[in-house]
């Protein structure tokens, strides 16, 4: 069972790497974001607002960033799919349902900011510092619950065990995603645009 998780996790993995990263820039901003990731891990705890300000205002936003605006949407001739077929077959957020996250993401702070007390679900605010903490609390939670909604989504969907393996693969990608990208930033300060390594890996998977 161990064997097959873990297998099942490298082609996750694998799957996300060949599908969604082809572009250096993309790249370069996921190497930023799993670093602020790693930060905003060890800040979760010693204090778990640090944690969510820098998870979503710095690691999250680089990440998408790096997905909506610099990844190609064409044709992808390295691994023979159309963007809509790729799409389709996501495990995890693809570009739709990542706009309804964060679209849920910037509307939190306006919601709170009407109804201090979140309909009655957190202590009222009353300066701006409290109202930033608050706003990193429901980050928090939005992050938690998204995680947690999409992997028992998968649970229905596909299986129990394709949803926590890719709770695991999201968990875990900082970690994964230094070891794939360090190199990123100098390749696109010499100008390379498109990983030119990624035909070839695809070619002898």
Do not use: C
């Amino acid at each position: 069972m161990i064997k097959n998780f873990l297998q099942e996790l490298r082609t996750q993995r694998w799957d996300d790497h060949r599908y969604y990263h082809h572009s250096r820039i993309n790249q370069s901003l996921h190497f930023v974001s799993a670093a602020s990731f790693l930060f905003a891990y060890v800040m979760l705890f010693f204090d778990p607002v640090v944690s969510a300000l820098v998870g979503w205002l710095v690691s999250m936003t680089t990440r998408q960033a790096g997905h909506f605006f610099f990844e190609p949407k064409g044709y992808d001739h390295v691994n023979q799919a159309t963007h809509e077929h790729k799409e389709e077959i996501k495990v995890g957020y693809n570009l739709q349902r990542k706009v309804v996250l964060m679209t849920i993401w910037a509307l939190s702070p306006l919601v709170l900011y009407f109804s201090p007390t979140l309909f009655g679900l957190v202590e009222p605010w009353t300066t701006s510092a409290d109202f930033m903490r608050q706003v990193a609390k429901v980050w928090l939670a939005v992050g938690i619950g998204g995680l947690l909604f999409r992997t028992v989504h998968l649970f229905f969907i596909r299986d129990v065990e394709t949803g926590l393996v890719w709770m695991t693969k999201i968990l875990t990608d900082p970690f994964s995603d230094l070891k794939l990208y360090y190199k990123a930033p100098l390749a696109l300060m010499k100008g390379e645009l498109i990983d030119p390594g990624l035909e070839k890996h695809v070619k002898h998977a």
